[in-house]
């Protein structure tokens, strides 16, 4: 049973481009849950999702940032116009239904923006 | 406004000693508070978790205390080893399957 994966593992982009990071989260879970991670830092939580629907969003920002889970296929984090400041770790953790207690999580997506 | 303070930063013991990590919390709304190990550049990885009616809990080496009047919660890693030289983070959550809400992580180095 696989754990849950997300690619690429490591994402260089140059400031103003979009940057595109994948979830799939473990066999059977649909809720998937998106945080953020900087240097030193603990996570932060952006959005939680389930199929196809955004359920909490509290922790995103409001410009540049989205997150899809559509019914087929992963879930998407999409960063548009990248600024040196979002150069993080993404990590993605998926609970199954109904929602469980425990949230499993990714190897993350190391982002950096030069 | 950071609701999870974690102390203390970072924490040198040698093999056999007893890290101890701390937690407080202000939501008095969190009634879930799990651990998290994470190693270099991997994910976090769920310890062990402890709900408010419970004051201790225990699996394996690892021990969760619990204050609910002082809103504090504590790990304890009993007879630690090199290999549990990670970073460690306390959360907390509303409900289960809720956001978490994590500590800023306090990094454990346990010396052979």
């Known amino acids: 049973n696989a754990g849950v994966m997300q690619n690429p593992r490591h994402l260089v982009r140059r400031r103003g481009q979009e940057a595109r990071l994948r979830c799939s989260p473990m066999?059977?879970?649909?809720?998937v849950y998106w945080y953020r991670q900087l240097p030193e830092e603990g996570l932060k939580f952006m959005v939680y999702?389930?199929?196809?629907?955004?359920?909490?969003e509290s922790g995103m920002p409001k410009e540049r940032f989205s997150a899809e889970f559509p019914k087929e296929g992963p879930s998407i984090l999409r960063i548009q116009q990248v600024v040196r400041g979002d150069s993080a770790a993404y990590f993605c953790a998926s609970s199954p239904e109904p929602r469980g207690e425990t949230q499993y999580f990714g190897p993350g997506t190391r982002l950096l923006v030069l | 406004q950071q609701q999870v303070k974690q102390s203390p930063q970072s924490l040198i013991v040698q093999k056999g000693g007893i890290p101890i990590i701390n937690c407080a919390y202000e939501?008095?709304?969190?009634?879930?508070f799990p651990w998290y190990q994470q190693f270099p550049g991997k994910g976090p990885a769920l310890l062990i978790a402890i709900r408010p009616d419970v004051s201790e809990k225990k699996e394996g080496r690892f021990t969760i205390s619990f204050n609910k009047s002082a809103k504090q919660f504590s790990l304890h890693i009993m007879d630690s080893q090199p290999g549990d030289s990670a970073t460690y983070f306390c959360?907390?959550?509303?409900?289960?399957?809720?956001?978490?809400?994590f500590g800023g992580g306090t990094r454990v180095l346990v010396k052979p």
């Open positions: 066999k059977g879970h649909s809720h």
């Open positions: 939501n008095t709304a969190f009634d879930y």
């Open positions: 959360a907390a959550s509303k409900a289960a399957g809720n956001k978490l809400t």
């Open positions: 999702l389930q199929k196809e629907n955004i359920i909490d």
